[in-house]
């Protein structure tokens, strides 16, 4: 978004969500499928909690209708995060420090999704990815991408409220600094190297080195954000199948094979 009052290219482009932008200064979102209400109604349950804890601007969501379900909440300004710039890097480093370090339980009695069930939710869909992506992986792949299935479908890590989703159009920025971090519909406790799975491994040299210092992980944590970022695209073929759209599968497809042979190579 490159001004209040404009809506740029990526405003509604949420796989999960509607989103309108009213008067230039409200976004309003509703689901694009039932399913998807529940995660709707936990994130405006969870962020006046999570809100003040974080040192960037997050949505804080309040229903205003019910059918359709429909959250408002002030629009975050900024454009997408082109992951560049060291001081963007600092900037995220520092958050995710801040929204990993916050109490997990308390999370979970302000209604983030818990590790068990969240656990469980991703591992049908590995599953999935198990039956309807791995066959369609070439032949010289398929053996890491067996591999990288099954070091996924193992709880690591200790839990961690995560944002769930952190890709660049959720990182929203204005030149070097980084004005918010937006669609929290994704955030739940689990395995916090998934919040580094992009922000580490699919941005600049100079943003991963300046996340990483301000972040200050373990070294097991931040290797583990490169299976994530490995099983990204399995999520694009899935959503190309759900959708009917042969484009999306094609283009998760390419991802998934690209970030493979790096990996093995």
């Known amino acids: 978004m490159t001004s209040p009052d404009t809506e740029s290219d990526d405003f509604d482009n949420g796989w999960d969500a509607r989103a309108t932008l009213v008067h230039g200064r409200w976004v309003d979102r509703s689901p694009r499928r039932p399913e998807v209400e529940p995660a709707m109604l936990r994130e405006a349950a969870l ?7 974080l040192p960037l601007t997050v949505p804080v969501p309040r229903v205003i209708a019910d059918d359709p379900l429909t959250v408002r909440h002030d629009l975050v300004v900024g454009e997408a995060c082109p992951g560049t710039s060291a001081a963007q890097g600092a900037a995220v480093g520092t958050f995710l420090r801040a929204l990993h370090g916050v109490d997990a339980d308390e999370a979970v009695h302000h209604a983030a999704q818990p590790a068990d069930e969240a656990f469980a939710f991703h591992q049908e869909v590995r599953d999935r ?3 309807d992506v791995l066959p369609r992986v070439r032949a010289g792949l398929q053996a890491p991408a067996t591999a990288l299935l099954e070091r996924m479908s193992r709880p690591r890590g200790v839990p961690r409220l995560v944002h769930g989703d952190l890709g660049p159009v959720h990182i929203r920025v204005r030149g070097d600094d980084v004005g918010g971090v937006i669609d929290w519909m994704d955030a739940h406790v689990g395995d916090p190297a998934l919040d580094l799975a992009w922000t580490v491994y699919g941005t600049s040299p100079a943003f ?13 944590t931040l290797a583990r954000g490169r299976d994530w970022h490995l099983l990204g695209p399995w999520h694009e073929v899935l959503y190309g199948l759900d959708i009917d759209e042969p484009d999306f599968v094609v283009s998760g497809l390419t991802g998934l094979e690209q970030r493979l042979a790096t990996a093995v190579d």
């Open 129 to 131: 990815m198990n039956v």
């Open 208 to 220: 991963s080195e300046a996340l990483r210092t301000a972040y200050d992980g373990d070294v097991d």
């Open 47 to 53: 962020m006046p909690w999570l809100a003040p804890q």
